[in-house]
């Protein structure tokens, strides 16, 4: 058992290290939708700078067109389902968190509804958000595996256990990890768009009330 022991502490709390490291550059790269908003930004800028120069009115239709873009941060909506979204009770809010719910949100003029019929069910969403938060604890349980295993395993799973190499027990060890991570990262990316995609839609209600 101390065997054990001294591979989590020598092992696999330097690769959770690594993970963290790994995380935190993932959470402090540019994303995506802030490439296309600086990209789209520097095309209205552009285009106003040739409106006031030369005063073609469709530089400035262009101008106008590209902002809305880029504050939508979208690739496939309309200028009608742009200015949906510029008019919600609370642009700030939406604007900022409609490109991670985009899939479950469908945009028309001046509403805001569902694409899929079953998430209109109040009761459907809450069964989904629930799976998604047991899924989520589910992940986690599976990650502090490797740090409960006197409690999780039986005393000949791990003389069994302490008998191989240190090499397998890292890669057995990293895996269970590793596991926990793909089955909470997922599970909390779609409770979080649903519960974001549920107050858009219904600040856009509120608004048409």
């Not at 963290?20 to 995506?32: C, D, E, F, Q, V």
């Not at 285009?47 to 902002?67: L, R």
């Not at 191989?164 to 991570?181: E, Q």
Request: net charge positive.
């Amino acid at each position: 058992m101390h065997e054990i022991l001294d591979t989590v502490t020598s092992n696999i709390i330097p690769i959770i290290s690594v993970f963290i490291a790994l995380a935190t550059l993932w959470l402090n790269r540019k994303p995506a939708r802030d490439q296309i908003f600086e990209y789209r930004k520097k095309i209205s800028d552009f285009a106003f700078d040739s409106y006031t120069k030369f005063g073609d009115e469709k530089f400035k239709k262009i101008s106008y067109e590209y902002a809305i873009a880029a504050l939508t941060k979208d690739n496939n909506l309309t200028t009608e389902q742009r200015d949906t979204l510029l008019s919600l009770k609370n642009p700030v809010f939406e604007l900022e968190h409609f490109s991670k719910c985009q899939r479950l949100i469908d945009v028309q003029k001046n509403s805001l509804t569902w694409k899929n019929v079953f998430y209109k069910s109040r009761v459907y969403r809450w069964i989904l958000k629930s799976l998604c938060f047991i899924t989520y604890l589910l992940g986690g349980f599976i990650c502090a595996t490797p740090f409960m295993y006197d409690v999780y395993f039986s005393e000949k799973t791990l003389a069994h256990f302490s008998k191989l190499s240190p090499w397998y027990k890292v890669g057995s060890l990293s895996f269970i990890i590793a596991t926990g991570f793909l089955i909470m990262v997922p599970a909390l990316a779609k409770g979080s768009s649903i519960t974001l995609a549920e107050k858009i839609v219904k600040n856009q209600r509120n608004l048409n009330n």
